[in-house]
């Protein structure tokens, strides 16, 4: 395929209608609550609520995007130091769907034990659960997709899970630096079938990207 041929198979979400933002608006000025944090997928809830779950490096903002999009400063627990989320946590939103926050990856100084926690459970959820509408993959506007991104948009194909890209800290970086990462972003991502053909933009810092997030969101939970 010709780098204008992978291209193509993706592009920046830059409009989204009125009513669906204002929907998603909504949706997130509902409560959400802490429902809990599991080290084993046999702990998974089992109401059969639907549900999307943030996945990346760790330190790539993953709780930090949780907060802002809910407008809760700290239900999801944030950190300079990676490493931060250890638990996959439950978020209930709306009384009858979950956000799911997942241990990041892709920490060099985490031990081998730890790395290989990190795989069973990750690989478990994606494997077992029922619920899960996407899986939002998300990536440092400054650093692009890196070999442990590859590999978990591997796992996802062999678990049958379509994932999203979000990228995340867009307040740190340049618009043409970033229009480089984003094309060898979309280059990477060409050979994965899973990959959702719109790609978001967003800064938890600065706002940018979240009232389209929150559509999006809120689209994947009223789909049947
Ligand atoms: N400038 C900027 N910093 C951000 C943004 N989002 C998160 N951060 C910072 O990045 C660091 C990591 O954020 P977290 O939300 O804890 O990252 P995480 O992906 O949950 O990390 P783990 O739980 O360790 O996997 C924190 O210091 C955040 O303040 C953003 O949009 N812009
Ligand atoms: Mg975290």
């Not at 809830?45 to 993953?62: A, W």
């Not at 060099?108 to 990750?122: F, H, I, M, S």
């Not at 790609?199 to 049947?224: C, D, E, M, Q």
Request: hydrophobic share 40%; proline share 3%; aromatic share 10%.
């Amino acid at each position: 395929m010709t780098k204008e041929k992978q291209q193509a198979l993706f592009y920046l979400a830059n409009h989204i209608d009125p009513d669906q933002v204002e929907a998603g608006h909504k949706l997130f000025a509902k409560q959400t609550e802490f429902i809990k944090g599991i080290t084993s997928v046999t702990a998974m809830p089992s109401e059969g609520y639907p549900e999307v779950c943030f996945s990346g490096r760790s330190n790539v903002g993953k709780s930090s995007l949780i907060n802002n999009l809910t407008g809760r400063n700290s239900i999801a627990r944030t950190s300079k130091t990676p490493g931060r989320t250890r638990e996959i946590n439950f978020f209930l939103l709306d009384q009858n769907k979950f956000l799911v926050d997942l241990p990041g990856y892709g920490f060099a100084k985490a031990p081998l034990k730890e790395r290989e926690r990190w795989q069973k459970l990750v690989s478990d959820y994606f494997f077992q659960s029922q619920n899960l509408r996407r899986v939002f993959l998300l990536i440092d506007s400054r650093h692009g997709i890196k070999s442990s991104d590859i590999n978990l948009m591997k796992m996802l194909g062999e678990a049958g899970v379509i994932f999203q890209v979000v990228f995340t800290k867009y307040d740190k970086v340049k618009e043409l630096q970033f229009k480089e990462v984003l094309e060898a972003s979309f280059e990477k991502m060409a050979s994965h079938a899973n990959a959702f053909s719109e790609v978001l933009l967003t800064s938890s810092r600065k706002g940018h990207g979240i009232a389209i997030l929150r559509a999006t969101i809120n689209n994947l939970f009223h789909l049947s």
